[in-house]
């Protein structure tokens, strides 16, 4: 059993910067590929950004790339998404996922274990 906690959400202007970070217990994620995912009010949850097991492969969802990076430190058993130039679209709560294999995915049916989620809030 894999727990989750995200950190590092809140409150922040348009245009402005926050980091996530995701804190893994109870057992090593560094076999296992991450991802982040967000739920806005109302919508679908949607996936942001997916890394591999080593951290040398990365996706993005279209909305987000060039914007957002996504990293890992095995070692901390910890993964990290890096957003700059934030839009009031980026709104909604994000959340951290451990996949069920090595490699990066985009489907949310390919994690096995979440966190809560924390609330990312950006106004314009």
């Known amino acids: 059993q894999v727990q989750l906690v995200e950190s590092g959400g809140g409150l922040v202007q348009a245009g402005g910067s926050l980091r996530l970070s995701c804190v893994a217990s109870?057992?090593?994620?560094?076999?296992?590929?991450m991802g982040w995912f967000r739920q806005a009010p109302g919508k679908d949850r949607e996936f942001v950004a997916t890394?591999?097991?080593?951290?040398?492969?990365?996706f993005y969802a279209d909305s987000v790339k060039g914007r957002f990076t996504i990293s890992r430190d095995n070692a901390k058993n910890t993964v990290a998404l890096e957003m700059n130039s934030l839009k009031p679209e980026d709104t909604a709560v994000y959340y951290c996922?451990?996949?069920?294999?090595?490699?990066?995915?985009?489907?949310?049916?390919?994690?096995?274990?979440w966190g809560q989620g924390t609330q990312v809030t950006v106004s314009s």
């Open positions: 890394i591999n097991w080593k951290g040398g492969s990365t």
């Open positions: 996922a451990v996949a069920r294999a090595t490699f990066p995915s985009r489907q949310s049916s390919s994690y096995a274990y």
């Open positions: 109870g057992r090593t994620i560094s076999n296992y590929g």
